[in-house]
């Protein structure tokens, strides 16, 4: 790379009721710099291209592996996570801007409440309370733990609700992110005993029906979980479910 100055356009806001705006800043280039670093170069030093001094520039950040997921952004249009966004990798100057499914509680960082409730609504966890003292689970087959591993990746970093197009103001669609943990938590042997319970969740209103398969997530996704067949997957389930419920059936789906 041949430039010595790295330039940044900021899409910046006060809180969730102000209006946006555009500021431009200058830092030095260095050796294997990502977004965040030119961030906390910023942080260190908020003045802005025009050598104004203006105030930090608001994100969240945590891990810097891409574990956590909370560093998402949008940077040069597209949603990602700003610890791996490397400086030699993109066209200057870089844009960078808030997740717009979410809403903003300054500058870059906003607030990813709304994933987090889809994810209680469908129960994402195991209940283990009270059985500590039972001893080991039982073992899980190896084809089926291969595909609860990829299930597993995912850090709740929102970037497929970012690009769904059925995740908007006008609709309570859970988005991907929950449907899959669906799929990884009946899956497991313990939590299959509230699969029904999650399965009427996704039902609901803002569950599946509402997803409109156009496969934005599984082609955003950082961890490349296998969003669109669980999406499939659990449409098939909570079909069956609800014929189940209907016929009063018991039979279990092979």
Same mark, same amino acid.
């Given at each position: 790379?041949?430039? %010595?100055?790295? *330039?940044?356009?900021?899409?910046?806001? %006060?809180?969730?009721? +102000?209006?946006?705006?555009?500021?431009?800043? %200058?830092?030095?280039?260095?050796?294997?710099?990502?977004?965040?670093?030119?961030?906390?170069?910023?942080?260190?030093?908020?003045?802005?291209? *025009?050598?104004?001094?203006?105030?930090?520039?608001?994100?969240?950040?945590? !891990?810097?592996?891409?574990?956590?997921?909370? /560093?998402?952004?949008?940077?040069?249009?597209?949603?990602?996570?700003?610890?791996?966004?490397? @400086?030699?990798?993109?066209?200057?100057?870089? +844009? =960078?801007?808030?997740?717009?499914?979410?809403?903003?509680?300054?500058?870059?960082?906003?607030?990813?409440?709304?994933?987090?409730?889809?994810? *209680?609504?469908?129960?994402?966890?195991?209940? @283990?309370?009270?059985?500590?003292?039972?001893?080991?689970?039982?073992?899980?087959?190896?084809? *089926?733990?291969?595909?609860?591993?990829?299930?597993?990746?995912?850090?709740? !970093? #929102?970037? /497929?609700?970012?690009? /769904?197009?059925?995740?908007?103001?006008?609709? #309570?669609?859970?988005?991907?992110?929950? @449907?899959? $943990?669906?799929?990884?938590?009946?899956?497991?042997?313990?939590?299959?005993?509230?699969?029904?319970?999650?399965?009427?969740? =996704?039902?609901?209103?803002?569950?599946?029906?509402? /997803?409109?398969?156009? $496969?934005?997530?599984?082609?955003?996704?950082?961890?490349?979980?296998? =969003?669109?067949?669980?999406?499939?997957?659990?449409?098939?389930?909570?079909?069956?479910?609800?014929?189940?419920?209907?016929?009063?059936?018991?039979?279990?789906? %092979?």
């Amino acid at each position: 790379m041949s430039e %010595e100055t790295i *330039k940044l356009n900021i899409k910046r806001q %006060e809180n969730n009721e +102000t209006q946006p705006y555009w500021e431009e800043f %200058e830092v030095g280039y260095r050796e294997n710099m990502n977004v965040i670093s030119a961030l906390m170069d910023i942080q260190t030093n908020p003045v802005n291209a *025009k050598g104004q001094k203006t105030t930090p520039v608001t994100w969240d950040m945590n !891990c810097l592996e891409e574990v956590c997921g909370i /560093c998402s952004m949008v940077i040069n249009g597209g949603a990602r996570q700003s610890c791996t966004a490397l @400086i030699d990798q993109l066209e200057q100057p870089i +844009t =960078l801007e808030p997740m717009a499914t979410f809403p903003v509680v300054k500058d870059l960082q906003v607030d990813r409440s709304f994933m987090f409730e889809g994810l *209680k609504r469908v129960q994402a966890w195991v209940p @283990i309370d009270g059985t500590h003292d039972l001893g080991p689970g039982p073992r899980i087959p190896e084809k *089926k733990r291969q595909t609860s591993y990829e299930l597993s990746k995912c850090m709740s !970093c #929102g970037v /497929c609700l970012e690009v /769904c197009p059925n995740v908007n103001d006008n609709s #309570g669609f859970m988005g991907a992110a929950a @449907i899959s $943990q669906v799929r990884l938590f009946n899956l497991h042997p313990t939590g299959s005993m509230n699969k029904d319970e999650r399965l009427e969740a =996704l039902m609901d209103e803002g569950g599946i029906a509402e /997803c409109g398969m156009a $496969q934005n997530c599984v082609q955003a996704c950082p961890q490349g979980i296998p =969003l669109t067949t669980s999406i499939a997957a659990m449409q098939r389930e909570s079909s069956f479910h609800m014929f189940k419920s209907f016929f009063g059936s018991d039979q279990e789906v %092979e």
